[in-house]
């Protein structure tokens, strides 16, 4: 990757360069401009689809920047206020018109006259969007992006006490890496205790989700949500079964490993039993790793590790800490979590998360490092759908940042026990989060299809589920009153249903990416850039197989890749 530098950002060649998203009435003659303009052949309609490409990034980064207000300070009145203006007045008035400008596309006649290659992807998803469009669903679309954004704010500001500190759940969470089995005890049930005093209003919230996300599927055709939303999801390129074939391939090729490694955990901690809160504890006794020590050290440290992989990516995230563009540090009132927010216009995007000093942190800035990196190889397309890129590839982006940020993970732990146990740590996770995946996305496919279930029938299949990809190793006994609902954790289920899976496909791709890296390092990073540099302008399985991999959860691929993680996992003890 080339050398980088602040970029500027992009000149304008439709809207004024002074102007800004504030209300409506300013906004609405640019979209009307599009809507009545007259296009007489193909030349006039790629600049019409570059000017509407143009708005749509303007509308975007201006919806991101209010997105981003919002999560850092959930008590930031004026910024929930503008955030709820841009929900709950401008989207609706937007996807109207949106609807105009699609159908307007699909109808031109000059529509065969675009490079059928080029704007392929495009096209597709704009056939998609009108198929599924219906006025009465922009209102109900609109209330529950209002409504999801209340366990936002619930979770944000949920703390408990710890040693007379009140800490955030996520910070406390990282004290579960502490050597005193009691105190660790102690601290996992502060942390349930609390999620168990908000069960009533969670429950709640999911049931006037469900309602709406129901009603949107039946407005729009669908028997269910779970079908309605495959497809505006854009998931071309695989299907309900596909996702059905990643379930049983991880309980029958990855759950037989995670269970051996939990064995391993049990014996050499010398327990009885594993308990949940034994579970991020170093197994021989060490004390938890502290990669950094401040979040300025955090990037300073990431800087270093990443220029060593390749000048390039280090420079991004230069580049962003120089532009204020990192908030990373775990406070009370930040929404939970991390992300990263692409900003089309600026070209830079934003990176957040919640720091408490522990491996997981260095894991979730390499993954975030991962997206902004990706943002940065696709800033300078034109067309929307090119940088809009599906999950499946964003994510793929960001773990195989994880495993290849690994070959100089020195820079964080010169002691070379440490960066054993580094590794160890990370490849455990890489394994063991594959089974929650498939438990969070079994359960929103039952959720969807079941609408009218009960609470009690909700906690039945959610227990059922759970314990059938759970490890057997791990003892929940006496703790049924935690896990009825431990589903609350999971933000994804309540904010953006069924964006989980792509976790998964992506992981095994990640892995893929990994394997090759470590056979034949430069072309492995040569064509993970390669494929990242595609953004959407091609299916899925043409992006993975350009970084030189396959688009494949098949038990026979996933058992190839858990092999080759085990032999590494060997390597290091």
Same mark, same amino acid.
């Given at each position: ?22 209300v409506w009435s300013k906004l609405k003659p640019y979209f ?6 007259? !296009? ?27 997105? !981003? ?54 096209? $597709? &998803? ?79 919230? %999911? ?28 998931r071309f390129d695989y299907t309900v079964q596909d996702c ?88 009370? &009132? ?30 979730? %800035?390499?993954?975030?490092? &991962? ?12 067309? $929307? ?78 227990? $059922?589920? %759970?314990r059938e990809f759970n490890s057997g190793l791990v003892d ?69 197989? $350009? ?27």
């Amino acid at each position: 990757m080339e050398v980088l530098s602040i970029p500027e950002p992009r000149k304008r060649a439709f809207l004024p360069e002074e102007f800004k998203v504030t209300v409506w009435s300013k906004l609405k003659p640019y979209f009307n401009e599009l809507h009545k303009r007259d !296009i007489n052949s193909g030349e006039a309609l790629e600049r019409w689809l570059l000017d509407w490409s143009e708005l749509d990034a303007i509308v975007a980064e201006s919806f991101s920047w209010r997105y !981003i207000k919002v999560s850092v300070n959930s008590a930031d009145q004026k910024a929930a206020e503008l955030y709820q203006y841009a929900v709950q007045e401008l989207a609706p008035k937007i996807d109207a018109y949106e609807d105009l400008l699609n159908q307007k596309l699909v109808h031109s006649p000059y529509l065969n006259e675009l490079d059928a290659e080029k704007y392929y992807t495009h096209i $597709r &998803g704009v056939k998609n969007a009108l198929s599924l469009f219906r006025q009465e669903n922009v209102d109900l679309s609109t209330e529950v992006q209002m409504k999801s954004k209340a366990y936002v704010k619930l979770f944000s500001e949920m703390t408990i006490g710890v040693n007379g500190n009140q800490m955030t759940l996520n910070k406390a969470s990282s004290l579960l890496e502490e050597s005193d089995r009691t105190y660790r005890e102690a601290v996992y049930n502060k942390i349930h205790q609390k999620l168990i005093g908000h069960t009533e209003e969670l429950d709640d919230l %999911f049931d006037e989700l469900l309602r709406y996300r129901h009603q949107i599927a039946l407005n729009a055709g669908f028997e269910n949500y779970r079908d309605y939303k495959f497809q505006s999801l854009g998931r071309f390129d695989y299907t309900v079964q596909d996702c059905f074939n990643f379930h049983d391939s991880i309980k029958h090729e990855i759950l037989p490993v995670v269970d051996a490694l939990n064995e391993y955990r049990k014996t050499t901690l010398k327990l009885d039993t594993l308990r949940p809160w034994d579970l991020h504890v170093d197994p021989v006794g060490g004390q938890p790793l502290r990669p950094f020590r401040s979040v300025d050290e955090l990037v300073d440290k990431s800087v270093d590790c990443l220029s060593r992989l390749d000048p390039g990516f280090g420079d991004v995230m230069e580049i962003m800490k120089e532009m204020g563009h990192l908030d990373l540090e775990a406070r009370p &009132g930040k929404k939970p979590g991390g992300y990263n927010m692409p900003l089309l216009v600026t070209g830079v995007p934003f990176v957040f998360m919640n720091a408490s000093n522990s491996l997981s942190d260095l894991r979730t %800035f390499m993954h975030e490092s &991962g997206h902004a990196i990706h943002s940065f190889l696709i800033r300078d397309y034109k067309m $929307r759908t090119v940088k809009r890129v599906p999950s499946e590839v964003s994510e793929l982006a960001a773990m195989s940042m994880e495993l290849l940020s690994m070959a100089h993970w020195d820079v964080f732990f010169p002691n070379e026990s440490d960066l054993k146990r580094a590794k160890f740590y990370q490849l455990e996770y890489v394994l063991k989060v594959l089974p929650w995946i498939a438990i969070i996305d079994k359960f929103q496919h039952w959720l969807y299809t079941n609408p009218g279930h009960t609470r009690d029938e909700r906690k039945t299949e959610w227990k $059922r589920i %759970f314990r059938e990809f759970n490890s057997g190793l791990v003892d929940h006994s006496g703790l049924d009153h935690y896990l009825d609902h431990l589903w609350h954790k999971q933000l994804h289920i309540f904010e953006v249903p069924f964006y989980y899976i792509e976790y998964g496909l992506a992981q095994l791709g990640a892995i893929a990416i990994w394997k090759r890296f470590m056979q034949e390092p430069e072309q492995a990073l040569n064509d993970y850039v390669a494929a990242l540099k595609l953004g959407y302008s091609k299916p899925i399985g043409e992006i993975y197989s $350009r970084a030189g991999i396959r688009f494949d959860f098949s038990s026979n691929y996933v058992s190839d890749i858990v092999a080759f993680v085990k032999a590494e996992l060997d390597k290091l003890f």
